[in-house]
């Protein structure tokens, strides 16, 4: 077949222009704040913290299970829609302004994702229930796989746009800013907005009053930005058709040999079991977040945003700092680097949670602790596109087509296990040793039984091959 001819204001194999890279800041920050807020809030809201006088409507011991289940379910769809996207071949005459093999995933699947974001916060029953458990667990179901139709094409974009190392690294600082930005939404902004947008919280005749309404309407929100995010990236970016393009109706036998290899790639496979463990223990201390600053320091969702901060403007500076970083130490080096910082920080949660200090000077360590892990997490953003960018050129070298979505959604599946493996270890900890006012000692060692998983993650990390100049 004969290689198709690239449009002329199509990027160049070392550049791409300041546009894509803007909107592909904000639909990676879409991604964040469709995941983060749910991930973030979701089981604070369901179960929150014993003896708080907040509305609880799912067990403890299952809140867990909830996110984990429905993270599992969504985990089949990732390599289904990395292929079908890899190999998708759209119809011009019925769709002529959604062309290419990855806006109209996002075009179509945005919609959807608005609406399972926003009902996840209208549990139907008062109180603990199953019938809440089984509603939660489809709505984040469902929510999942349309963000996976949203984030995997998303994704496999980059490796598209940004065709050498340099240009990779470059496009991975817009995506670093672009997460980093979308999580300070996430969690930062969304903290004070559920506060001040709860009309039980504002009325003065009942101070220590709860509801769930602050959390709607910062879904309502927050949706409605997302679904803004990728329909923006839809009408400006215009793909690049591949040079040599994958069959469009793939046979189970096409598809299966194309992830059989991929999974025994053995760099590939490294680089999934660091990523898994770390995202395990980076990302276990974030789901306890809220119970550990309400019990640990007196806080409430507006203190998640002050702690925070530090940890976000640290994390931007070292994803804009990457690029001449990276002059010195290769996307290696740069991980290890990465991990290591968070690494010897979140131990500290327990002790600082634990101190008789007062609860400014706690919070202050704790803005520290963060700023530090913030420089690791802005450069753990950045290198992903440059190792996966060198892993899918490697695949493709003495075979016809590119396979970058179905590598982006493996990435996006260690990601996602290392989500589901988080929860459980954080719910189950606190279930474990205690969960409340009275014993909270199950909230101040997530921390430090994470650390466990970061410290191996980096200890593989050693022995990862260094990426090819």
């Given at each position: 077949?004969?290689?198709?001819?690239?449009?002329?204001?199509?990027?160049?194999?070392?550049?791409?222009?300041?546009?894509?890279?803007?909107?592909?800041?904000?639909?990676?920050?879409?991604?964040?704040?469709?995941?983060?807020?749910?991930?973030?809030?979701?089981?604070?809201?369901?179960?929150?913290?014993?003896?708080?006088?907040?509305?609880?409507?799912?067990?403890?011991?299952?809140?867990?299970?909830?996110?984990?289940?429905?993270?599992?379910?969504?985990?089949?769809?990732?390599?289904?829609?990395?292929?079908?996207?890899?190999?998708?071949?759209?119809?011009?005459?019925?769709?002529?302004?959604?062309?290419?093999?990855?806006?109209?995933?996002?075009?179509?699947?945005?919609?959807?994702?608005?609406?399972?974001?926003?009902?996840?916060?209208?549990?139907?029953?008062?109180?603990?229930?199953?019938?809440?458990?089984?509603?939660?667990?489809?709505?984040?179901?469902?929510?999942?796989?349309?963000?996976?139709?949203?984030?995997?094409?998303?994704?496999?974009?980059?490796?598209?746009?940004?065709k050498?190392p340099?240009?990779?690294?470059?496009?991975?600082?817009?995506?670093?800013?672009?997460?980093?930005?979308?999580v300070?939404?996430?969690?930062?902004?969304?903290?004070?907005?559920?506060?001040?947008?709860?009309?039980a919280?504002?009325?003065?005749?009942?101070?220590?009053?709860?509801?769930?309404?602050?959390?709607?309407?910062?879904?309502?929100?927050?949706?409605?930005?997302?679904?803004?995010?990728?329909?923006?990236?839809?009408?400006?970016?215009?793909?690049?058709?591949?040079?040599e393009?994958?069959?469009?109706?793939?046979?189970?036998?096409?598809?299966?040999?194309?992830?059989?290899?991929?999974?025994?790639?053995?760099?590939?496979?490294?680089?999934?079991?660091?990523?898994?463990?770390?995202?395990?223990?980076?990302?276990?201390?974030?789901?306890?977040?809220?119970?550990?600053?309400?019990?640990?320091l007196?806080?409430?969702?507006?203190?998640?945003?002050?702690?925070?901060?530090?940890?976000?403007?640290t994390?931007?500076?070292?994803?804009?700092?990457?690029?001449?970083?990276?002059?010195?130490?290769?996307?290696?080096?740069?991980?290890?680097?990465?991990?290591?910082?968070?690494?010897?920080?979140?131990?500290?949660?327990?002790?600082?949670?634990s101190?008789?200090?007062?609860?400014?000077?706690?919070?202050?360590?704790?803005?520290?602790?963060?700023?530090?892990?913030?420089?690791?997490n802005?450069?753990?953003?950045?290198?992903?596109f440059?190792?996966?960018?060198?892993?899918?050129?490697?695949?493709?070298?003495?075979r016809?087509?590119?396979?970058?979505?179905?590598?982006?959604a493996?990435?996006?599946?260690t990601?996602k296990?290392?989500?589901?493996?988080?929860?459980?270890?954080?719910?189950?900890?606190?279930?474990?040793?205690?969960?409340?006012?009275?014993?909270?000692?199950?909230?101040?060692?997530?921390?430090?039984?994470?650390?466990?998983?970061?410290?191996?993650?980096?200890?593989?990390?050693?022995?990862?091959?260094?990426?090819?100049r």
């Open positions: 077949m004969n290689p198709t001819r690239t449009e002329p204001n199509q990027p160049t194999s070392d550049s791409f222009p300041w546009t894509y890279g803007l909107v592909f800041l904000l639909a990676v920050a879409a991604v964040q704040i469709s995941l983060e807020y749910i991930s973030q809030y979701g089981p604070y809201f369901l179960f929150p913290p014993e003896g708080t006088n907040r509305p609880a409507y799912v067990a403890l011991g299952l809140v867990g299970v909830a996110f984990a289940a429905a993270r599992l379910i969504d985990a089949v769809s990732d390599p289904l829609v990395g292929i079908w996207s890899d190999r998708l071949k759209t119809r011009p005459r019925r769709f002529p302004w959604i062309t290419g093999r990855r806006r109209p995933f996002l075009f179509w699947a945005s919609i959807p994702l608005l609406v399972t974001s926003v009902l996840f916060w209208f549990p139907p029953a008062q109180g603990v229930s199953q019938s809440n458990f089984l509603y939660c667990l489809l709505i984040l179901a469902l929510q999942l796989i349309f963000l996976t139709c949203c984030a995997i094409p998303l994704y496999a974009l980059g490796p598209e746009l940004a050498t340099a240009s990779r690294v470059r496009l991975g600082a817009w995506t670093g800013a672009g997460t980093t930005l979308g300070v939404i996430a969690i930062v902004v969304a903290g004070p907005l559920v506060s001040t947008l709860d009309p919280r504002s009325a003065e005749i009942d101070t220590a009053a709860f509801s769930a309404v602050g959390y709607q309407r910062v879904s309502w929100l927050f949706g409605l930005l997302v679904l803004l995010a990728f329909q923006l990236l839809v009408w400006v970016v215009k793909e690049d058709k591949p040079a393009p994958l069959p469009a109706e793939p046979t189970s036998s096409h598809a299966w040999s194309d992830l059989r290899r991929a999974l025994l790639n053995p760099r590939f496979l490294l680089y999934f079991a660091i990523f898994f463990l770390f995202n395990v223990g980076f990302l276990a201390p974030q789901r306890c977040l809220p119970h550990w600053v309400e019990v640990g007196g806080g409430d969702e507006a203190m998640v945003g002050e702690v925070m901060w530090p940890f976000f403007v994390s931007l500076i070292a994803s804009l700092a990457a690029p001449a970083c990276s002059r010195l130490l290769n996307a290696k080096w740069l991980m290890v680097l990465g991990m290591a910082m968070i690494t010897v920080s979140l131990p500290w949660m327990h002790p600082i949670a101190s008789a200090a007062p609860s400014t000077t706690k919070v202050l360590w704790a803005q520290l602790m963060f700023a530090a892990s913030g420089f690791g802005g450069l753990l953003y950045v290198i992903v440059p190792i996966l960018g060198e892993i899918i050129d490697d695949d493709a070298r003495g016809s087509g590119r396979h970058e979505a179905m590598f982006l493996l990435h996006t599946m990601w296990a290392g989500v589901t493996v988080s929860v459980l270890l954080a719910t189950q900890v606190m279930a474990w040793l205690g969960a409340s006012i009275e014993n909270p000692a199950g909230i101040f060692w997530v921390g430090p039984v994470a650390g466990l998983f970061c410290l191996v993650a980096l200890l593989m990390a050693l022995f990862y091959p260094s990426p090819k």
